[in-house]
């Protein structure tokens, strides 16, 4: 399995709702990554996860809380979101040991509208 | 630090003519660079990556790339542009001593028939 598989697809939710987003790849890989894309922008690195412990957060805001149960799962959980946050959410995992020089693989993502 | 410059936001291709997108980067060594692709509402698949291995690095889909060292230069072309390569490109490279990928700001690709 080579994949990195995101739930949902399309997710719609208002300022007020909790939602999360699910991500899991069964490659093995120890470092895992959450992204957000804006349109026509590149993806922005939120969170990193190395032996599933949160290595880095690039000073995201609290409403956005990442989870790592277990080595093939990351979660991130969603609270009172604002219409800006509205983006694609861009999954990826990789080896720790060779780490990003020989690439992530991502996810299709989870288009998210903010309402 | 590295980092990569697209040096094209928007390419136009006719179906059937090569593809030339263009990225340079910086870095005070050698580094690992990459090429990927997104199409519309899709997530990145890798392109093809250059690992300090050969300087030509041939990727999916009919896409190549060269390292060239003496240019700070990766960059990606095909012979043949087929209307499925319509997307946009990003050229990338990992952050140093950190677990980042760098993007470059991409490069729209058209293709018209």
């Known amino acids: 399995d080579t994949e990195v598989t995101q739930t949902p697809k399309h997710l719609v939710m208002g300022m007020t709702n909790k939602k999360s987003l699910k991500c899991e790849q069964h490659?093995?890989?120890?470092?895992m990554y959450w992204y957000k894309q804006k349109a026509k922008k590149p993806p922005e690195l939120m969170f990193v996860y190395s032996y599933e412990k949160l290595s880095i957060n690039e000073s995201v805001p609290s409403r956005f809380s990442p989870e790592c149960p277990n080595s093939s799962l990351l979660n991130l959980h969603l609270h009172a979101l604002q219409p800006e946050d509205s983006a694609l959410y861009l999954c990826?995992?990789?080896?720790?040991?060779?780490?990003?020089?020989?690439?992530?693989?991502f996810g299709s993502g989870t288009r998210l509208t903010v309402v | 630090a590295q980092s990569v410059t697209q040096l094209d936001s928007h390419v136009s291709v006719s179906e059937g003519t090569p593809v030339l997108l263009r990225c340079n980067y910086s870095?005070?060594?050698?580094?690992?660079l990459f090429w990927y692709v997104q199409h519309p509402n899709k997530g990145l698949q890798l392109l093809l990556k250059y690992t300090s291995a050969a300087t030509l690095v041939k990727g999916i889909n009919g896409f190549e790339a060269e390292f060239k060292k003496s240019e700070t230069s990766f960059h990606l072309t095909k012979p043949s542009a087929h209307m499925s390569d319509a997307a946009e490109y990003f050229c990338?490279?990992?952050?140093?001593?950190?677990?980042?990928?760098?993007f470059g700001t991409g490069t729209l690709l058209a293709v018209q028939p």
């Open positions: 870095s005070s060594y050698s580094p690992s």
């Open positions: 990338v490279v990992p952050g140093g001593a950190t677990n980042k990928l760098i």
């Open positions: 490659m093995g890989h120890r470092a």
């Open positions: 990826a995992s990789s080896s720790v040991s060779t780490g990003p020089n020989y690439g992530y693989t």
